[in-house]
């Protein structure tokens, strides 16, 4: 205190005047306050020592309200150890604690008759104690923090002039592990006031992303990441399970997995609300509540499903989303055409089918006996071709009946829900007689009057066979005579004939039941005269008679039938879309791996695939707003959908321009009837289409931040590498799905890639004609197909093995236009020039700062054989660790894209050339504007300099300095 009085004013105006703002701070949301002096009323109680030190005051700020604070100034006298230390400060589980003092300091200079010894910095330390009331701690036993010089040094004039210096220096005690600490101050003869002390830590403040909610995290030590669980909140469960991780600067980083809303509530912001009445959600996977299908109602909120209307049913494999249905009404027009024991029955489908498409016909037979009125059902005997239930086409061939019956068939229509229905089956009646023919297999011996007959029986006859009967006469005669014959036999001669004479023959059968029909007509002609029968007794002849011929005819026609009918219902099986319908169109519930991609191709109606696939959307819900660019097939807008009893949202829309061929337009939407396939978070999702007016548009969902080449192109070094990790995991994850199901892009590219205002990356672009015609990087090989050759691998290239393998190449690539910000691959290499030196082991070298595991990741995606390559499951789970660990990522790779040995002459004569070589072209008027106008006046320049002059990025700032640096180390081919 002895030099006190010598400068009277000095400690007055060692503190600058406080505004209230400054006094009442508000703080980061993501800074907790251990201690803060300018909260502190009465003493702070801390230790000084020696007594003639430090010394505590209250000053007032400007709204009168004391501040306590801390003051020396023993700057006469030499060899000065003046100590204070503060109270015990809880940690509060903090590794990482940040202390901010504000300060002033004198000039020793401004102070007149000052010895040498006057000093202009002091001293920080801390010890770590569990022990909250040490009344004595060693100075040995202190961690020095740092020695604090002030930036800001105030003079006398200063003083005089009032304008105060107020210093302000954070510094950070990392990896604390006890219960608390001490600080403490050295001065060693310095003019000081310490006018206010916080102590703080950083923690991620409580957030909810993606519906999971991440507590309130403190950061790590050592600025380690801490990888956090989020819970899913209120309503929602896991898809997958959610992560982030709180960096140590308390942000957020890399959100993975996510919940969604439970079924019976959907996603609104950051919550889940309950369906309204008339609507329900059936899977959590769908993201919002739909209005209840036709004939079916929800009463409740929350519903996962709308229950039918009374009459209206739904069958266990129906989905939610599908209207409540109802048996069909009876098939109509039942026509029969008999042949023989052989019926065939056609008619037209119901009027009403329910509707459903899946109505399919059931047959019943009855055989009558006594006029029709005692029935019984036919025996096993009887045959249905193709089959008797589950007929899909309105036609059945019924075969083996028995002859001379009366059969009556009932034909039912039947839908998914007829078992449902108590209603009785509708149904349409055919009744039917068969006939008994017999089928006259003729014996014949002839003579000039007699003539030998033999048949056969009928093949089922409904009885015991009790005669036969044959009935002749003379050819065209009939009308005029004819003679009736009868046996019990298969045989008859009938003699007294005329000789040279033509007669016709017919036979039939008769049962207890009575007489069956006629066989067909033979004619015969008797001998002009006594000869030698033709053919002996042992000679038969069999004669190819009309009802054979219309035996084999039938036989012909039922093994067509059969054939025909198996042969359609084999191609049917095969093509019928159904059965893949079944697993696609349940809304949009797909078990992630459990599915195999449909190529649009394998439908004979690619319409179809689009109507399977993709949902039409009303174009009056659509609004477009602003064009965001050209595809192949017209422009692409974004815009908004409303759709019915659903959130507006943000869109993205492709349209097809006007006067496109047929082709053209199938080549449009296939892009959507494969889009329409994938559900996944990296997937670009397909909202629907536009197919029933004009123009054709394809709605996606819409992606702020546009495709990522791009992207980074704009934020060149912007970004940490654990985001520049998590967009890739992004891709990875989405790639995985889509190899998972079989699916090969074969155009994957950061210019394919679509970011949203989340980071969060997306894998787009699939029309089928893409990579023939919409690149513009895909270039023609040799083979003739178009390929985007820098970022495809060899065998792709060379012979056009296109796999899940050639993706991971591509992916690789893209990895390295992520790391590089969206630098060309191969620069400006020729493609020829590419292949070439991809053939002889060239690999792209890691670009700048990019840490070892990725490069050593990339050249993994391009080892020369494929089955060497990772699988995308296993570039998911290295990026995982990688995460998790962000040591790992601090060993950089030890090279530039300066040491590209496509450039090996590599040489710049301006600052100009020199700018445009390093992607920094837009610096070139700040570099001349500063007065760089020559290579070798930039050799020395700081990132302070380039801060002055305006390059404020810290990308850039280091993008340049690096290379500067390689302008060093290779200074022979630099003409300066
Ligand atoms: P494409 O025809 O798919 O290559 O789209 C052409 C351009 O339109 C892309 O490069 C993007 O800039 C933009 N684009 C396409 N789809 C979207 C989307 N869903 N969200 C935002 N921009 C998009």
């Given at each position: 205190?002895?030099?006190?009085?010598?400068?009277?004013?000095?400690?007055?105006?060692?503190?600058?005047?406080?505004?209230?703002?400054?006094?009442?701070?508000?703080?980061?949301?993501?800074?907790?306050?251990?201690?803060?002096?300018?909260?502190?009323?009465?003493?702070?109680?801390?230790?000084?020592?020696?007594?003639?030190?430090?010394?505590?005051?209250?000053?007032?700020?400007?709204?009168?309200?004391?501040?306590?604070?801390?003051?020396?100034?023993?700057?006469?006298?030499?060899?000065?150890?003046?100590?204070?230390?503060?109270?015990?400060?809880?940690?509060?589980?903090?590794?990482?604690?940040?202390?901010?003092?504000?300060?002033?300091?004198?000039?020793?200079?401004?102070?007149?008759?000052?010895?040498?010894?006057?000093?202009?910095?002091?001293?920080?330390?801390?010890?770590?104690?569990?022990?909250?009331?040490?009344?004595?701690?060693?100075?040995?036993?202190?961690?020095?923090?740092?020695?604090?010089?002030?930036?800001?040094?105030?003079?006398?004039?200063?003083?005089?002039?009032?304008?105060?210096?107020?210093?302000?220096?954070?510094?950070?005690?990392?990896?604390?592990?006890?219960?608390?600490?001490?600080?403490?101050?050295?001065?060693?003869?310095?003019?000081?006031?310490?006018?206010?002390?916080?102590?703080?830590?950083?923690?991620?403040?409580?957030?909810?992303?993606?519906?999971?909610?991440?507590?309130?995290?403190?950061?790590?030590?050592?600025?380690?990441?801490?990888?956090?669980?989020?819970?899913?909140?209120?309503?929602?469960?896991?898809?997958?399970?959610?992560?982030?991780?709180?960096?140590?600067?308390?942000?957020?980083?890399?959100?993975?997995?996510?919940?969604?809303?439970?079924?019976?509530?959907?996603?609104?912001?950051?919550?889940?609300?309950?369906?309204?009445?008339?609507?329900?959600?059936?899977?959590?996977?769908?993201?919002?509540?739909?209005?209840?299908?036709?004939?079916?109602?929800?009463?409740?909120?929350?519903?996962?499903?709308?229950?039918?209307?009374?009459?209206?049913?739904?069958?266990?494999?129906?989905?939610?989303?599908?209207?409540?249905?109802?048996?069909?009404?009876?098939?109509?027009?039942?026509?029969?055409?008999?042949?023989?024991?052989?019926?065939?029955?056609?008619?037209?489908?119901?009027?009403?089918?329910?509707?459903?498409?899946?109505?399919?016909?059931?047959?019943?037979?009855?055989?009558?006996?006594?006029?029709?009125?005692?029935?019984?059902?036919?025996?096993?005997?009887?045959?249905?071709?193709?089959?008797?239930?589950?007929?899909?086409?309105?036609?059945?061939?019924?075969?083996?009946?028995?002859?001379?019956?009366?059969?009556?068939?009932?034909?039912?229509?039947?839908?998914?829900?007829?078992?449902?229905?108590?209603?009785?089956?509708?149904?349409?009646?055919?009744?039917?007689?068969?006939?008994?023919?017999?089928?006259?297999?003729?014996?014949?011996?002839?003579?000039?009057?007699?003539?030998?007959?033999?048949?056969?029986?009928?093949?089922?006859?409904?009885?015991?066979?009790?005669?036969?009967?044959?009935?002749?006469?003379?050819?065209?005669?009939?009308?005029?005579?004819?003679?009736?014959?009868?046996?019990?036999?298969?045989?008859?001669?009938?003699?007294?004939?005329?000789?040279?004479?033509?007669?016709?023959?017919?036979?039939?059968?008769?049962?207890?039941?009575?007489?069956?029909?006629?066989?067909?007509?033979?004619?015969?002609?008797?001998?002009?005269?006594?000869?030698?029968?033709?053919?002996?007794?042992?000679?038969?002849?069999?004669?190819?008679?009309?009802?054979?011929?219309?035996?084999?005819?039938?036989?012909?026609?039922?093994?067509?039938?059969?054939?025909?009918?198996?042969?359609?219902?084999?191609?049917?099986?095969?093509?019928?879309?159904?059965?893949?319908?079944?697993?696609?169109?349940?809304?949009?519930?797909?078990?992630?791996?459990?599915?195999?991609?449909?190529?649009?191709?394998?439908?004979?109606?690619?319409?179809?695939?689009?109507?399977?696939?993709?949902?039409?959307?009303?174009?009056?819900?659509?609004?477009?707003?602003?064009?965001?660019?050209?595809?192949?097939?017209?422009?692409?807008?974004?815009?908004?959908?409303?759709?019915?009893?659903?959130?507006?949202?943000?869109?993205?829309?492709?349209?097809?321009?006007?006067?496109?061929?047929?082709?053209?337009?199938?080549?449009?939407?296939?892009?959507?009837?494969?889009?329409?396939?994938?559900?996944?978070?990296?997937?670009?999702?397909?909202?629907?289409?536009?197919?029933?007016?004009?123009?054709?548009?394809?709605?996606?969902?819409?992606?702020?931040?546009?495709?990522?080449?791009?992207?980074?192109?704009?934020?060149?070094?912007?970004?940490?590498?654990?985001?520049?990790?998590?967009?890739?995991?992004?891709?990875?994850?989405?790639?995985?799905?889509?190899?998972?199901?079989?699916?090969?892009?074969?155009?994957?590219?950061?210019?394919?890639?679509?970011?949203?205002?989340?980071?969060?990356?997306?894998?787009?672009?699939?029309?089928?004609?893409?990579?023939?015609?919409?690149?513009?990087?895909?270039?023609?090989?040799?083979?003739?197909?178009?390929?985007?050759?820098?970022?495809?691998?060899?065998?792709?290239?060379?012979?056009?093995?296109?796999?899940?393998?050639?993706?991971?190449?591509?992916?690789?690539?893209?990895?390295?236009?992520?790391?590089?910000?969206?630098?060309?691959?191969?620069?400006?290499?020729?493609n020829q020039d590419v292949i070439k030196a991809i053939d002889e082991g060239y690999r792209l070298p890691a670009p700048m700062d990019c840490p070892v595991v990725l490069h050593q990741l990339m050249l993994d995606c391009w080892e020369k054989s494929r089955s060497?390559?990772?699988?995308?499951?296993?570039?998911?789970?290295?990026?995982?660790?990688?995460?998790?660990?962000?040591?790992?990522?601090?060993?950089?790779?030890?090279?530039?894209?300066?040491?590209?040995?496509?450039?090996?002459?590599?040489?710049?004569?301006?600052?100009?050339?020199?700018?445009?070589?390093?992607?920094?072209?837009?610096?070139?008027?700040?570099?001349?504007?500063?007065?760089y106008v020559s290579l070798d006046s930039i050799l020395y320049i700081s990132m302070c300099e380039l801060s002055k002059m305006d390059v404020t990025l810290v990308g850039h700032q280091k993008k340049i300095l690096s290379a500067v640096q390689s302008l060093h180390?290779?200074?022979?081919?630099?003409?300066?």
């Amino acid at each position: 205190m002895a030099t006190l009085w010598i400068y009277p004013s000095l400690l007055f105006f060692l503190f600058p005047s406080l505004t209230p703002s400054q006094a009442l701070r508000n703080y980061p949301e993501n800074e907790v306050t251990l201690l803060d002096t300018m909260s502190a009323l009465g003493d702070l109680g801390w230790e000084a020592y020696p007594a003639e030190g430090w010394e505590e005051i209250s000053v007032m700020d400007e709204r009168n309200t004391p501040m306590r604070s801390y003051q020396v100034c023993n700057v006469m006298e030499a060899s000065q150890n003046n100590w204070f230390r503060t109270r015990h400060i809880a940690r509060e589980g903090a590794q990482r604690v940040y202390i901010e003092i504000k300060f002033t300091l004198r000039d020793c200079n401004s102070l007149p008759g000052v010895p040498g010894t006057c000093k202009e910095t002091f001293n920080m330390y801390y010890y770590e104690s569990n022990n909250p009331n040490l009344w004595f701690i060693k100075e040995s036993q202190y961690i020095k923090i740092d020695t604090i010089a002030a930036d800001e040094s105030f003079t006398q004039t200063d003083v005089g002039d009032r304008v105060m210096r107020l210093n302000t220096e954070i510094r950070d005690i990392n990896n604390l592990s006890k219960k608390g600490f001490y600080l403490a101050f050295q001065d060693v003869g310095a003019c000081i006031a310490l006018v206010s002390l916080r102590v703080f830590y950083k923690k991620c403040p409580l957030a909810v992303l993606n519906l999971a909610q991440f507590p309130d995290t403190v950061t790590g030590g050592d600025s380690a990441l801490v990888e956090v669980r989020g819970s899913c909140v209120n309503d929602s469960e896991e898809f997958e399970a959610p992560r982030m991780y709180c960096s140590g600067d308390g942000g957020w980083l890399v959100p993975i997995g996510r919940c969604v809303c439970k079924p019976g509530f959907e996603e609104n912001k950051d919550y889940c609300q309950a369906c309204r009445p008339g609507t329900y959600k059936a899977s959590s996977m769908d993201a919002y509540c739909s209005k209840c299908p036709p004939h079916s109602f929800s009463h409740q909120e929350k519903a996962s499903e709308c229950s039918c209307e009374k009459g209206f049913y739904r069958a266990d494999m129906d989905p939610r989303s599908m209207a409540c249905t109802r048996p069909p009404s009876a098939p109509e027009n039942p026509i029969s055409t008999l042949n023989d024991t052989s019926v065939t029955l056609e008619w037209s489908p119901p009027r009403d089918s329910g509707g459903r498409g899946d109505v399919t016909y059931s047959i019943h037979c009855r055989k009558c006996a006594g006029d029709g009125r005692i029935c019984s059902p036919c025996s096993n005997n009887v045959h249905f071709v193709p089959r008797q239930f589950g007929l899909s086409i309105p036609k059945v061939l019924i075969t083996d009946l028995l002859s001379n019956t009366n059969y009556t068939f009932s034909v039912e229509a039947v839908n998914g829900v007829s078992d449902l229905s108590p209603t009785p089956k509708q149904l349409v009646t055919v009744n039917i007689t068969t006939s008994q023919t017999v089928n006259v297999i003729l014996k014949e011996r002839k003579s000039k009057d007699s003539i030998t007959l033999a048949w056969q029986g009928p093949d089922r006859p409904n009885g015991v066979i009790v005669e036969y009967e044959v009935i002749y006469y003379e050819k065209n005669q009939r009308d005029q005579n004819y003679t009736v014959l009868k046996t019990k036999g298969h045989m008859m001669t009938v003699e007294g004939l005329k000789p040279g004479t033509t007669y016709v023959f017919r036979v039939r059968a008769r049962t207890d039941g009575g007489y069956g029909n006629y066989g067909g007509e033979i004619e015969l002609e008797t001998s002009h005269e006594d000869m030698l029968a033709i053919g002996g007794p042992n000679q038969s002849t069999i004669l190819a008679v009309s009802i054979a011929g219309g035996i084999v005819l039938l036989t012909f026609l039922v093994a067509c039938f059969v054939v025909s009918g198996r042969h359609c219902g084999y191609i049917k099986a095969k093509q019928d879309p159904d059965e893949e319908k079944m697993q696609f169109q349940n809304g949009r519930v797909k078990l992630p791996g459990s599915r195999t991609y449909i190529h649009p191709h394998t439908y004979e109606d690619p319409n179809q695939a689009v109507r399977d696939f993709a949902k039409e959307i009303d174009a009056s819900t659509i609004r477009i707003e602003r064009v965001i660019g050209a595809g192949e097939f017209g422009e692409v807008c974004s815009g908004r959908l409303k759709l019915p009893s659903k959130r507006e949202i943000y869109v993205a829309i492709k349209s097809l321009k006007a006067g496109y061929s047929e082709k053209q337009r199938r080549d449009f939407l296939s892009e959507a009837s494969i889009m329409g396939q994938f559900d996944h978070p990296n997937i670009i999702r397909l909202e629907g289409v536009v197919t029933r007016c004009k123009p054709v548009m394809i709605i996606t969902e819409y992606m702020e931040n546009g495709s990522l080449d791009t992207f980074l192109k704009k934020h060149d070094g912007q970004f940490t590498v654990i985001q520049l990790v998590g967009m890739m995991r992004g891709i990875a994850s989405g790639m995985k799905y889509l190899s998972d199901m079989s699916y090969v892009h074969r155009d994957l590219a950061a210019r394919n890639i679509l970011v949203n205002s989340n980071l969060v990356c997306k894998v787009s672009d699939f029309g089928l004609s893409r990579v023939l015609e919409d690149d513009p990087e895909a270039a023609y090989t040799t083979r003739g197909g178009k390929i985007p050759i820098r970022w495809t691998a060899p065998e792709a290239i060379a012979y056009r093995k296109f796999t899940s393998a050639s993706d991971v190449w591509s992916y690789g690539i893209v990895m390295w236009e992520v790391i590089s910000y969206g630098e060309r691959p191969y620069w400006e290499m020729s493609n020829q020039d590419v292949i070439k030196a991809i053939d002889e082991g060239y690999r792209l070298p890691a670009p700048m700062d990019c840490p070892v595991v990725l490069h050593q990741l990339m050249l993994d995606c391009w080892e020369k054989s494929r089955s060497e390559r990772p699988k995308f499951g296993q570039i998911v789970n290295t990026l995982d660790k990688l995460i998790r660990n962000p040591n790992s990522l601090k060993e950089l790779a030890n090279s530039s894209v300066w040491e590209d040995p496509t450039t090996p002459e590599f040489s710049v004569s301006t600052v100009d050339e020199w700018l445009d070589a390093i992607n920094m072209g837009q610096y070139k008027d700040n570099f001349a504007n500063a007065g760089y106008v020559s290579l070798d006046s930039i050799l020395y320049i700081s990132m302070c300099e380039l801060s002055k002059m305006d390059v404020t990025l810290v990308g850039h700032q280091k993008k340049i300095l690096s290379a500067v640096q390689s302008l060093h180390a290779q200074g022979t081919h630099v003409q300066v």
